[in-house]
């Protein structure tokens, strides 16, 4: 994991400058709770900083790291091969698919081929919505969802309702907004 935390870090510290602290939080809001100690972060932060790939100034005790140009070129180069470590990243998943047939790897394929156009689908949801399949699928082998197949079909049909409620909610600001920007115009 060391090895994508490094690139993580390149790509968030080229987005804006930040502390360690503020790295973690960052990684756990978009990775779905994945939360590197700090014990692993501060000492990364501090080798890529041997490594001239960033810099940092100090406001008290905080140390807030930006990237230098050496980290900017080593990032450019990351992207550049990055279309070649998606396709081996697939080609591996699909040999899983072949040794684990009707697991989740399937979709776990078309998010990376999501993922090469560094736009995650469902506008940031995502990690939420593999969390739920994942616990869903360790459910039905654990034999959860037999036993409380009504419940489990509340809570779904529930989040159903819900997400519908927001979708209508939206639909009417935005013909709203249309509406006002016709008037306007």
């Known amino acids: 994991m060391i ?11 080229s987005e804006k400058e930040g502390t360690g602290y503020e790295l973690r939080k ?35 005790r905080r140390k807030i790291y930006r990237l230098t140009a050496d980290g900017r070129r080593k990032l450019r180069e990351i992207d550049a091969n990055k279309d070649k470590i ?4 697939e080609r591996n998943m699909k040999v899983l698919q072949t040794i684990y047939p009707g697991s989740h790897i399937n979709s776990t394929i078309n998010i990376i081929k999501g993922l090469r156009s560094y736009k995650m689908p469902f506008g940031g949801v995502m990690g ?13 082998n654990e034999g959860s969802i037999r036993r409380n197949r009504e419940d489990v079909k509340e809570v779904i049909k529930e989040a159903i309702s819900r997400l519908r409620h927001i979708r209508r909610r939206d639909k009417e600001k935005r013909k709203k907004n249309d509406k006002n920007n016709r008037k306007a115009g």
């Open 3 to 13: 090895g994508y935390l490094r690139l993580i870090i390149l790509r968030k510290l």
């Open 86 to 89: 998606m396709r081996s990243i």
């Open 26 to 60: 960052v990684l756990a809001d978009e990775s779905n709770d994945w939360r590197p100690s700090f014990g692993t972060i501060y000492p990364l932060l501090k080798r890529m900083n041997d490594e001239g790939l960033l810099s940092f100034r100090t406001e008290g």
């Open 128 to 140: 939420v919505l593999i969390s739920m399949k994942e616990l869903l699928i360790d459910m039905e």
